[in-house]
């Protein structure tokens, strides 16, 4: 082989520094859109677990006339690594605060009836679903 057909055998510093570049610039796109996404993903599975909560404390009352205190008593099944807190359960209402280890800062909570909302931060009304990051 000649010298000319050895140095065009392989990729020159410059273009592999382009392609070092490029890569990085798309990491730097990719990687918050897809950190984002999953705190909407976490948070929705926060508030889907809450409105099952909501629906199965009112089968629960209906049976018992009172709400229950934990979701055990419910037979609920949580989505995995969401932590569900009754924090306030008598016959007249419950309040509620859903968290998930991804989500260090952010929480959901609901209350219902008579319970007092400071048990179920960040919500303000009853019945409605309410999250630190919306």
Same mark, same amino acid.
């Given at each position: 082989?000649?010298?000319?057909?050895?140095?065009?055998?392989?990729?020159?510093?410059?273009?592999?520094?382009?392609?070092?570049?490029? /890569?990085?610039?798309?990491?730097?796109?990719?990687? %918050?859109? $897809?950190?984002?996404?999953?705190?909407?993903?976490?948070?929705?599975?926060?508030?889907?677990?809450?409105?099952?909560?909501?629906?199965?404390?009112?089968?629960?009352?209906?049976?018992?006339?009172? $709400?229950?205190?934990?979701?055990?008593?419910?037979?609920?099944?949580?989505?995995?690594?969401?932590?569900?807190? /009754?924090?306030?359960?008598?016959?007249?209402?419950?309040?509620?605060?859903?968290?998930? %280890?991804?989500?260090?800062?952010?929480?959901?909570?609901? $209350?219902?009836?008579?319970?007092?909302?400071?048990?179920?931060? %960040?919500?303000?009304? %009853?019945?409605?679903? $309410?999250?630190?990051?919306?």
């Amino acid at each position: 082989m000649d010298d000319r057909a050895m140095k065009r055998a392989g990729f020159t510093l410059i273009e592999l520094l382009i392609v070092v570049v490029v /890569i990085g610039i798309l990491a730097a796109i990719a990687i %918050p859109k $897809y950190n984002s996404m999953r705190d909407k993903a976490l948070l929705s599975a926060l508030r889907s677990d809450l409105a099952n909560l909501a629906i199965t404390q009112e089968a629960y009352y209906d049976d018992n006339y009172v $709400y229950a205190a934990n979701t055990t008593s419910l037979g609920m099944t949580v989505t995995r690594d969401v932590s569900i807190a /009754i924090n306030e359960s008598t016959s007249s209402g419950w309040a509620a605060t859903a968290t998930h %280890p991804g989500l260090a800062s952010d929480n959901c909570g609901i $209350y219902h009836g008579n319970a007092s909302s400071a048990n179920a931060s %960040p919500a303000t009304q %009853p019945g409605i679903i $309410y999250c630190t990051k919306n």
